[in-house]
């Protein structure tokens, strides 16, 4: 492996900055050349890339977005555009790509392999969590931390002025960010795609809430959870009953911001992962880190035990250094 090319695509995800910097890093540590093409897959077809060297992933690692942007490539969806992308990919001398982004990114990826000799990687990275099989992907810690934020702020409100909230997360078709946003704010109730929503007895539900004490109840909106939005769920619940209602979109502030903790980590481990994966001969694979269960542990185990940090995490910083 001499030389790479890594992407971001679909939508932005906090955290693919520091998986362009961990893969960037990780590549050069390595002897191996990283080049980056600008505005996901459109850039390979429009042979428009940066040369990396260390220093340009400097500071970035805090950043939300990405430095390389994204796009959903209409283009790359047609045969004869992936073509003139592999022409190129061959032009530059490419043997390894990492593609950051999430579910239809994968099958723009999985495209390209059929017929590229550059073997391909795939580091999850989409707010929405939509990916079976592979755990969190970079930017939906974010995204959840995000959306609390704002939604501790409705619950002031809501609380002070006696108003029913209903609050909009993102999410397209999959419940992930409605369930934790939704756990996270302690809502009264939460309506994911995944689930029909009964809106008698909903309303019953609200209504109980209130005559029994509580003071203005959030109900968390998943992205596909009502159709037609926070508007027609609003418009059927007064059919129901006296509501006093607001509505609040957050929107595509949940893509954006200074990625937290859990997603700096994890993008830095998945992005030093798909560079080593790629050098070990893989392709056509998922970079992923699947969720750990809830487990009963002996307590008299751990008090007579010498807690050990996680060595590989540790050496992770000096891979990305
Ligand atoms: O996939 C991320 C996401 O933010 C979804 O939650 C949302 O449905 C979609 O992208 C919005 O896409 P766009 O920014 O293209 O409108």
């Known amino acids: 492996m001499k030389k790479i090319a890594v992407l971001t695509s679909g939508g932005d995800a906090p955290g693919m900055n520091a998986a362009i910097r961990a893969i960037v890093r990780t590549s050069l540590n390595h002897k191996i050349g990283i080049i980056g093409f600008r505005n996901g897959f459109e850039g390979i077809i429009d042979n428009d890339y940066v040369t990396f060297d260390k220093r340009s992933v400097g500071n970035i690692i805090q950043r939300g977005g ?46 390209l392999s059929k017929i590229s000799k550059t073997k391909c990687v795939i580091v999850p990275a989409t707010i929405d969590k939509d990916m079976a099989f592979v755990g969190s992907t970079i930017g939906f810690d974010t995204a959840i931390n995000t959306a609390l934020t704002a939604i501790d702020k409705i619950r002031d409100t809501a609380t002070t002025a006696n108003v029913t909230h209903i609050v909009e997360v993102m999410g397209r ?40 004490g509580k003071k203005g109840c959030i109900i968390i909106l998943a992205e596909g959870g009502f159709s037609k939005g926070g508007t027609s769920l609003a418009n059927a619940l007064k059919e129901k009953g006296n509501f006093d209602l607001r509505i609040t979109t957050l ?49 008299n185990k751990v008090v007579n035990a010498k807690v050990k940090v996680d060595m590989y995490l540790h050496d992770l910083i000096e891979n990305t250094a």
């Open 251 to 299: 929107g595509h502030m949940q893509r954006g911001g200074s990625p937290s903790a859990v997603d700096r980590v994890l993008a830095t481990e998945l992005g030093v992962n798909a560079v080593l994966t790629l050098k070990d001969g893989f392709s056509d694979v998922i970079i992923a880190k699947p969720v750990a269960t809830i487990e009963k542990v002996d307590s």
């Open 66 to 111: 990405s430095i390389l942007h994204t796009s959903r490539s209409l283009r790359f969806l047609e045969k004869k555009y992936r073509q003139v992308a592999e022409n190129n990919l061959r032009a530059l001398c490419i043997d390894g790509l990492i593609v950051i982004g999430g579910e239809g990114s994968t099958k723009g990826a999985i495209e």
């Open 173 to 212: 078709n999959c419940g992930w960010l409605g369930i934790l946003a939704g756990i996270g704010a302690g809502a009264e109730v939460t309506i994911i795609p995944e689930v029909r929503t009964n809106i008698t007895k909903l309303a019953q539900k609200i209504k109980h809430q209130l005559n029994t």
